[in-house]
């Protein structure tokens, strides 16, 4: 394991301490000011926490992340546009410094997909955000890999040095078939990223699940002990095509919800 991922543990660890009630105004504080992270969103007060790592995956209160309405595609989760690509029917991605095949990025679960061009949407997570991960459409979960890797910082500057990080880093690959076709979200691990959930699934799983798992339009779907980057996989042989909002610019800010394209 390299130092990055020995690092991760770690900090997952530390994430995960106790802290003692009468110090949790200070410590959650802190890290409100030095993310900047917005607590008052939260479903309980942020005292009621017992650790950083648990406040740091908090849900959200009702309401908090309406769901916009059809034929709006939800964007998965809160974070900034980091890239949007289309991926040519040779498979090879190439948005904002990065190159890489679909097979590399979705391992086995490529071959799960129909085959030729796809569109790729990702948003980056940082500190400050929502660290639920929710599905853009009703689904059914079909197959998961945990493909190892490794866990390079996945912060705008240092994509722009390695041109194939998201491939390249520890990632869970979810195939998802809606009434609309087949689509992938790849969630990607990165540096003191220590662990990512899916909901119903147990960790580490590896290919077809027995009985595949449902989750509702804009329903939560897994998360992020930290913080990383979420990517949408559409292929365009899908029954609906999905079109990006002509007004995205990279580096926008998005939310957990609001439509970031739609079905056409």
Same mark, same amino acid.
């Not at 007060?45 to 950083?52: G, I, K, L, Q």
């Not at 500057?157 to 979810?174: C, G, K, M, Y």
């Not at 996989?233 to 998005?254: F, G, K, M, S, Y």
């Given at each position: 394991?390299?130092?990055?991922?020995?690092?991760?543990?770690f900090?997952?660890?530390?994430?995960?301490?106790?802290?003692?009630?009468?110090?949790?105004?200070?410590?959650?504080?802190?890290?409100?000011?030095l993310? +900047?992270?917005?607590?008052?969103?939260?479903?309980?007060? =942020?005292?009621?926490y017992?650790?950083?790592?648990?406040?740091?995956?908090?849900? $959200?209160?009702?309401?908090?992340?309406?769901?916009? /309405?059809? /034929?709006?595609l939800?964007?998965?989760?809160?974070?900034?546009?980091?890239?949007? #690509?289309?991926?040519?029917a040779?498979?090879?991605?190439?948005?904002?410094?990065q190159?890489?095949?679909?097979?590399?990025?979705?391992?086995p679960?490529?071959?799960?997909?129909?085959?030729g061009?796809?569109?790729?949407?990702?948003?980056?997570?940082s500190?400050r955000?929502?660290?639920?991960?929710?599905?853009?459409?009703?689904?059914?979960?079909? =197959?998961?890999?945990? $493909?190892?890797g490794?866990?390079?910082?996945?912060?705008?500057?240092v994509?722009?040095?390695?041109?194939?990080?998201? =491939?390249?880093?520890?990632?869970?690959?979810l195939?998802l078939?809606?009434?609309?076709?087949?689509?992938?979200?790849?969630l990607? +691990?990165a $540096?003191?990223? +220590?662990?990512?959930?899916?909901?119903?699934?147990?960790?580490?799983?590896?290919g077809?699940? /027995?009985?595949p798992?449902?989750?509702?339009?804009?329903?939560?779907?897994?998360?992020?002990?930290?913080g990383?980057?979420a990517i949408?996989i559409?292929?365009?042989?899908?029954?609906?095509?999905?079109?990006?909002? #002509?007004?995205l610019?990279?580096?926008?800010?998005?939310?957990l919800?609001?439509?970031?394209?739609?079905? =056409?």
């Amino acid at each position: 394991m390299s130092w990055r991922g020995r690092l991760s543990l770690f900090v997952g660890w530390a994430a995960d301490i106790r802290v003692p009630r009468p110090l949790r105004p200070l410590v959650y504080g802190l890290f409100a000011r030095l993310s +900047g992270a917005d607590l008052s969103e939260g479903q309980l007060p =942020a005292r009621e926490y017992p650790s950083v790592g648990a406040l740091f995956v908090r849900r $959200l209160r009702p309401g908090a992340r309406p769901i916009c /309405p059809p /034929p709006g595609l939800p964007c998965p989760a809160d974070g900034r546009l980091q890239a949007i #690509a289309r991926v040519s029917a040779k498979g090879v991605f190439e948005a904002k410094g990065q190159r890489f095949t679909r097979a590399e990025l979705l391992g086995p679960g490529d071959s799960w997909l129909p085959p030729g061009a796809l569109i790729g949407m990702t948003v980056y997570l940082s500190p400050r955000d929502y660290h639920r991960v929710h599905c853009p459409l009703e689904a059914r979960l079909l =197959a998961a890999w945990t $493909l190892p890797g490794e866990r390079f910082s996945v912060a705008p500057a240092v994509v722009d040095r390695r041109p194939a990080i998201h =491939a390249e880093n520890e990632r869970v690959v979810l195939v998802l078939e809606a009434e609309e076709g087949r689509f992938a979200l790849v969630l990607v +691990g990165a $540096l003191n990223v +220590g662990r990512i959930r899916v909901l119903g699934l147990p960790s580490a799983h590896q290919g077809a699940l /027995p009985q595949p798992l449902r989750f509702e339009r804009g329903g939560e779907l897994g998360r992020f002990e930290l913080g990383s980057t979420a990517i949408l996989i559409w292929p365009e042989a899908n029954r609906r095509r999905l079109v990006p909002l #002509a007004t995205l610019e990279p580096d926008q800010p998005l939310r957990l919800g609001a439509a970031w394209g739609h079905l =056409a």
